[in-house]
């Protein structure tokens, strides 16, 4: 297989910048996770991978060769789009076996590498049926053959999920899953799905604006976010508004509900907050690091439990929606007062997106 490495790579669209100075070096073997906002630049950075998007300045290299310049066929990648890319005259055997027919390789080695692909992802029983007649989702199983049936040395997803429902997206990771550690091939993948992310992923590159902002080991971004996108695709997450209040000894971080009356602060002591005294700030915390506990801080009022098989509780915090975890042995009912220990938070600029500092308590 191959390593990606990208360097102050630049793409432009007319006036318009997709992308501007991203350098990072994606390990052979990976499985790499883009994300970002509407706009970030995910798409350009795979399709600039692919060769389908010019570069304007830096370079792109697969496996040590440069292939700033090379036509899409001469980089050995293999890429799956949001929207199934089928040839619509054509069987999903014909679509599958497409990559193998225009190299002309041996019959019964492309019939052989087929074959193997759709049983793989449980497609046989689609062979001869054409494009139109078959669902999105096995549109899509079919678009997934035809990339892996050439063993590429990198593979490119682009949200190739987006389109399905929950219960087919749940099927398909397991495959992709299993494909890419099987060919061990170098993956990188588009998405904004927290699930993807968490079921898929070992490093995580982050977008903003076509800038690369983080480039880190998933759990690590989950734990210290770039930026508020960042955090919402690596897990559940909550997300209180405060306001930034000085005093002597460092800083609060103050909510009260206009409609209900509560009020709560949290200490923080960042000097960075110093230049958001008097403004708002947006704190986001997992439901791992916000226990019920009779010694915790923040006052809160359950809202529902959720299942036994998440062990948390939904509840209100001056107004905020946030998910904690329950204490061992207590089954919280709607309406019961709480209090709340939070363990580690991330605050956000609610104008730029960008993290601002963390804090919380160490944990006991």
Same mark, same amino acid.
């Given at each position: 297989m191959a390593g990606v490495d990208l360097y102050e790579l630049t793409v432009r669209s007319g006036r318009t910048t997709r992308l501007s100075g991203v350098t990072l070096s994606v390990g052979d073997g990976s499985f790499v996770g883009v994300v970002g906002g509407s706009g970030s630049g995910k798409t350009s950075l795979l399709r600039a991978v692919a060769g389908l998007d010019p570069?304007?300045?830096?370079?792109?290299r697969l496996d040590g060769r440069d292939v700033t310049t090379a036509t899409p066929a001469d980089r050995d990648v293999g890429m799956v789009f949001q929207s199934p890319a089928l040839i619509g005259h054509l069987s999903a055997r014909r679509n599958v076996s497409f990559p193998l027919d225009?190299?002309?390789l041996d019959a019964d080695d492309v019939n052989r590498r087929v074959d193997a692909e759709m049983r793989a992802l449980h497609i046989e029983r689609l062979v001869d049926r054409e494009p139109s007649t078959l669902s999105m989702g096995e549109q899509q199983l079919v678009q997934i053959a035809r990339a892996f049936v050439r063993v590429p040395t990198v593979l490119l997803l682009d949200e190739p999920f987006a389109l399905l429902d929950e219960q087919l997206r749940r099927r398909m990771r397991a495959e992709i899953a299993m494909l890419q550690q099987g060919y061990g091939v170098t993956t990188l993948m588009a998405t904004n799905d927290s699930a993807d992310v968490q079921s898929l992923t070992s490093m995580l590159a982050v977008l903003d604006r076509g800038r690369l902002v983080q480039w880190a080991p998933t759990a690590d971004v989950r734990r210290l976010p770039a930026t508020l996108s960042a955090a919402a695709v690596t897990g559940p997450l909550s997300l209180i508004t405060m306001t930034v209040v000085a005093e002597q000894e460092g800083f609060w971080l103050v909510r009260e509900d206009p409609v209900g009356g509560e009020f709560v602060r949290v200490r923080a002591w960042s000097p960075v907050l110093a230049g958001y005294v008097g403004r708002s700030v947006v704190m986001g915390v997992r439901p791992e690091d916000v226990s019920a506990t009779a010694t915790g801080s923040v006052p809160a009022r359950v809202e529902r439990a959720l299942p036994l098989s998440a062990g948390g509780v939904q509840c209100s915090v001056a107004g905020a929606q946030v998910t904690a975890t329950a204490?061992?042995?207590?089954? $919280? &009912?709607?309406?019961? !007062?709480?209090?709340?220990?939070?363990?580690?938070?991330?605050?956000?600029? $609610? &104008?730029?997106?960008? !993290?601002?500092?963390?804090g919380g308590r160490p944990r006991t």
């Open positions: 570069v304007h300045r830096g370079s792109i225009v190299r002309r204490a061992p042995g207590t089954t $919280p &009912a709607k309406g019961d !007062a709480l209090r709340l220990r939070i363990d580690h938070y991330v605050l956000f600029d $609610p &104008a730029s997106d960008a !993290a601002i500092t963390s």
